[in-house]
Each structure stands twice: as structure tokens, then as C-alpha cells.
């Protein structure tokens, strides 16, 4: 099974801007998830078959960019715009239609938005 392989996570302003990796995807559709400790882990976005089209959640859309590199085996996740409920530990995963994770998790990368 592939390790996936977060980071780029840190602390940020609110209306600041990071860019999330993830390497080991293959050709596999992923998405990006989060979590806050003591809560659920939610979907963020996602690049889905067969067309390769992104899809987010309404609390991120239009303030965060999920994109890939084939080449580089590497999933981004561009958030801009950023507030402190952005805050949480994003994980990538391979995922089976739009947002369902299926693989094993990473350990994570963690971002902090301070207000």
C-alpha cells in the first residue's frame, strides 16, 4: 500500500494564504480532508474520475485550489483567504467516488489560523 505523504502545513493569519502537498498518489483519485481534534474528519476537496474535475465543500469553496502533479506523484492544496475555522490537521487519501477516504491514512500536517 502507498504512504502518503503531507505537509506544508504551519501557522497563518486569517486572510493569509498556504499550499498543502501530498506525496504517493499515483493515478488514484484523492482528496483532502481535515480534522480538529475531538471532532469528526470531514472532506475538504477533491479531483475525481473519470474526468478529473475538483470538488469541494461549501466552507472552502472558492477560497481553497486542489490540484495534482501526475509526474510528481503529488497532490496540492492551495488555500487562500484562510480563517481560524480552517484550523485542523489535513490529511490526504485515495477516495472512491467524490469524498469517501479509502486508504490508510498519513500523519497529517497541522495548520493554525490565528485571527
Known amino acids: 500500500q502507498v504512504q502518503l505523504v503531507e505537509s506544508g502545513g504551519g501557522l497563518a493569519q486569517a486572510g493569509g494564504s498556504l499550499r498543502l502537498s501530498c506525496v504517493g498518489t499515483g493515478r488514484n483519485p484523492m482528496g483532502w480532508f481535515r480534522q480538529v481534534p475531538g471532532k469528526q474528519r470531514e472532506f475538504v476537496a477533491s479531483?475525481?474520475?473519470?474526468?478529473?474535475?475538483?470538488r469541494y465543500a461549501d466552507s472552502v469553496k472558492g477560497r481553497f485550489t486542489i490540484s495534482r502533479d501526475n509526474a510528481k506523484n503529488t497532490l496540492y492544496l492551495q488555500m487562500t483567504n484562510l480563517k481560524p475555522e480552517d484550523t485542523a490537521d489535513y490529511y490526504c487519501?485515495?477516495?472512491?467516488?467524490?469524498?469517501?477516504?479509502?486508504?490508510?491514512w498519513g500523519q497529517g500536517t497541522q495548520v493554525t489560523v490565528s485571527s
Open positions: 479531483i475525481v474520475l473519470p474526468d478529473g474535475s475538483a
Open positions: 487519501n485515495t477516495i472512491l467516488g467524490v469524498s469517501t477516504p479509502i486508504g490508510a
